[in-house]
C-alpha cells in the first residue's frame, strides 16, 4: 500500500458537479455581491435557512483523499422544501472500498469510520450556510490491517457514507430521521464500473414500508437506521460490524429464517432480487451468475449440511446453476397457479326440512355453478373429478354478510336444539363429485350442497342451517382449488410432484340467488401480498384470498380457540384479545398480542412484523379503517371455558378490533376510556339481552359504540400516519 498519492491524481479530490483545478484560488474574477437575504429565518450568511423539516437530504459537493491520505467529505443538508439545514450537531464518517476476489465476486471492505461533532478539535465544520466539512482524523496509511484479511487498494472503487445523526434533534428544528447517503467513486476520478447495486430499497420497502423499521419497536423508527439500504450494506461489511456476518450474510439468514414459507422473502428469491441488471442496478442479476457470492450461499445452505466443505477453491456457483435451483421451481409454481381459474356463475337456494335423531330441522340446499377456464380462456372440457389433475376443490359458504358472518352450524343437541359448540361455516369438498349437470362447450359443472343432515353431530359438508329472522340476508360462497402439476414446467399433471393453489374467487348470494351487494373492501389482496406473495399465502394449507374468504370462518361468532388452546381445552388469558375473528385475529397476529405467539416450540407462530405496526395503509384499502361500519356488525362472542354448558359473553366490535392491537399497551385505562363511550367488554348473554336459536347465539343487544364520533376515519389516518 502507497503512503503517499499522486498529486496528478488527488488534483481535485473527486468532485461531484463540479470541475475543480489545482491553483491558488485567485485565477477569476470576483463576482458580484449577492442579493441580501430575507429578513425571516435568516442565517449567519444572510440566507434563508430551515426552521422545520420532515425529512432531510444530503448532496456531496466534494469529496476524496488528499495526497497524505487524509480523507474529507463536503456536502449540503437541506429539508423536504430545499431549504439549507443548519446546525446539525453530529456525523458518522464512513470509508470502505470494493475488492474483487478470487472467486470473481465482489466484497465491500470496511476502512473505518468515527464520529465527528462540531465541537471544538472535532472532525465536523458547520459553515452555517447549509454546507458541513468532514475530515478523517486517521490517515489511509495509518490504518491498523493486522486483524484484517485484506489491505488498502487505491485502485478499488472507493466508497463514502456520512450520516447525519438527527435522530436526537438538531437546534432550532428537532428530531429529524437520521440519513445515509453515499457516494463512490475511483480515487484516479475515472468512472466506477464496479459495484454491488444489486438490491433496491424499494424492493425491501415493498414488505418494510421503510427500513428503519425493520428492527427494534415496530412503531417507531430505529435510530440506527435510516431508509436505505445501501447504508445498511456499507456498515455491516467484511471488516466492520461482522461480528454476526456481513450484510449479505445476515439478510438471508434473516429470511431464510421465517416460518412456514408463508412471507414471499423466505421462499422466493425475486422478492428482493431482479434477475437482468438496469442502469439502477448494475449488478441486479449477479446472483444468478458464475460469479455469485459463497456467504450468500452458505447463510441459507450451512456448510455442515453440505457433502464437501465450505473451503473449495471455486464458488458454490461455479458448479451449481442457481437460475436452475432457486426459478424454475417458482416459475413452475407461477405457471399453475394461472393454469385454470375457477368462477361461481350461478347460487341457488331452496330451503329444505332434515331429520336427525328424531328431530326436523329447516336446513338449506345449495346448488352452485362453476366456470372452468385455463389461462387461453378455453373451457375445461371435462369435468374437474375427470380431469384428474384437480387435487382439491372445495366451497366455503358463510350467512349474514351484514353483520360479519354468523356461523352456519350442522351441530345438533339430542333435544333438538342447535349446539352453541359449533365452530364453522360450511366446507364443502367436490373434487371427487359427479356434476349433476356439465356443459363441456362452456366449462360449466354444477353441484349441490345438501340440505340433509348427517347423523354424524360435528362439522360437516351438508345441512346448512341459517339462524332464525336472518333469511333476507347475504352469504358467501367461496371457491378453493389445488392442482397437480409438473414441478419443472408447471403443466398441470395428474401426476406431478407440484400441488398449487389457483386464485380463489368469492360470490355473494341471497335465498334468491346472486347478489351484487359484496362485503365492503377492508384489505387488498395486492396488499397483503407484497409481503406474502401473489397469491401465494395459504393458511389451512389452501387458502390464497385474504381480502375476502377468511372472514367467511373467522367470524364474530366463532367462539374457537386456536388449535393449542382447543387441543389442551383451556381458554386464552384474554379471550378477546386472542378470538379466532379475522378482525381481531390478523392485528393481534401482526401485533405479536397473541398468546399463541408465545408458546413454546411446536405451537408458536413467533415473527416480528417487518414494517411500522401503526402504517395502517400496508394492508387497508383508503377508507376502510371506518369504525362507524364496524359498529354495525354484530357481537363478538367468547367463552372461558371448554364445555357444552359453558357461558357466552359479547364485546362490542370496533372495542375489540382496537384492543386487539392496543390492548397490551393500554391496560385498564384503555378499556375504561372504551367503556365511558359505550363499548362492552365480556357482558354475559343470556335471554336477557340476546336472542338465541336453540343455543346458537343469533344476536346480541348491545349499546351501539360512539368510538366513531371522535376516531373518525380522517382521525384514524391521521393518528395513524397512513
Known sequence: MSESFN???ICGLVIAGLAMGCSDGNDGKDGQDGANGSDGSNGENGIVIATSAESLSLEYITYGFDADGVRSATFKVANEQGLPVVGVPSVRFLSSQLALSE?????RQGLGYETCTTEEDSCLTDHNDGTYTVVSTTKIGELDFTDKSYVFDETAPQRFMVRVQAYGGIPGIGSVQDIMQEVDFMIDGSAVTLTRAMVSTESCNACHTDIAYARYDSYYRSPHYGNNVEACSTCHTTGEKDGKGTMVERAHRWHNGLPNNLVASSYDCTSCHVTENSDSLMNGAEWLSSTANDKACLSCHSADTLKHGSDLPLSCASCHDVAEMHLVKLDAKKTARDAYSVDV??????????????NTYETAEITFTIKVLDNAGKPLAVAPKDAGFFADMRATVAWDMQAGYRTLTTETQADGSLSRMANHAINYKFVGVEPISSDPATGEYTYVISGDLVDDLSKGSTGLIIPNSTDSQTGILAIETTLKADEKTGQPDADGA??????SSARFFTLTGLSDTSRRQVVDNALCASCHGDQAYGYHGRRNDLEQQCVACHNLGNAEWDKYHMGEQVAPKDTVLNHISWNTFVHALHAQNRDEQKLEVGAKRQFKYPARLNDCAQCHVDGSAN??????ANALITRHDYAD????????????????????????????????NGATFEVKVDSSNATFDGDVVVDVNLPRESCSVCHSTSKLAESHQF
Not at 103 to 107: A, D, L, R, W
Not at 345 to 358: D, E, H, I, K, L
Not at 498 to 503: F, G, P, V
Request: with cysteine.
Open 103 to 107: 472467486q470473481g465476486y465482489t466484497e
Open 498 to 503: 407440484l400441488t398449487e393453489r389457483l386464485r
Open 645 to 676: 354448558n359453558s357461558d357466552f359473553f359479547a364485546t362490542s366490535p370496533a372495542a375489540a378490533t382496537c384492543w386487539s392491537c392496543h390492548g397490551p399497551y393500554g391496560g385498564d385505562s384503555l378499556k375504561a376510556h372504551m367503556q365511558s
Open 345 to 358: 356463475t350461478q347460487v341457488s337456494v331452496a330451503p329444505v326440512s332434515s331429520m336427525r335423531n328424531g
Open 627 to 632: 369504525l362507524n361500519e364496524i359498529e354495525k
Open 7 to 9: 498529486k496528478s491524481i
